[in-house]
């Protein structure tokens, strides 16, 4: 793995430096911070990838095939974009980090939010209509 180098003068080289774009080393635990919520972002998706396969493998007897695929979907799909958006998430705080600019904006945070409560909205329907 490349990384600070000292016959580079503590410069990044190679493809990390072509990743993360040049500026000053952050603070470690700043980097450190960044790697856990990446870290937090990924059980998250895992969490709800999970969540997408228990409701597909094992709610038939509870759910009809349409709304049991609607919600292992929109579970799968949440899954996706968290876990493929948190490597982004991750890589534009570093950047932002080395240059000293403000932080971006988290927009997965919002789509975790929308697409979650969309779900909720979904079981709250099913459990309020279902036949007792």
Do not use: C
């Not at 000292?6 to 080289?13: K, N």
């Not at 470690?28 to 228990?54: D, H, K, Q, Y």
């Not at 094992?58 to 799909?77: Q, Y």
């Not at 950047?95 to 979650?116: E, H």
């Amino acid at each position: 793995m490349e990384n600070l180098d000292a016959r580079s003068g503590g410069e990044r080289t190679g493809l990390s430096s072509r990743i993360l774009g040049g500026g000053t080393e952050p603070d470690p635990r700043f980097t450190l911070a960044n790697e856990r919520t990446f870290l937090a972002w990924i059980r998250t998706s895992l969490s709800l990838l999970a969540g997408g396969v228990a409701v597909e493998a094992f709610m038939a007897d509870l759910f009809g095939p349409g709304l049991r695929k609607t919600v292992a979907v929109l579970l799968l799909v949440l899954a996706l974009l968290i876990g493929g958006g948190s490597f982004f998430r991750w890589l534009n705080v570093e950047r932002s980090m080395r240059r000293k600019d403000p932080l971006p904006l988290p927009w997965i945070a919002p789509v975790l939010a929308i697409v979650g409560g969309l779900v909720a909205a979904i079981m709250t329907v099913f459990v309020l209509v279902r036949p007792v």
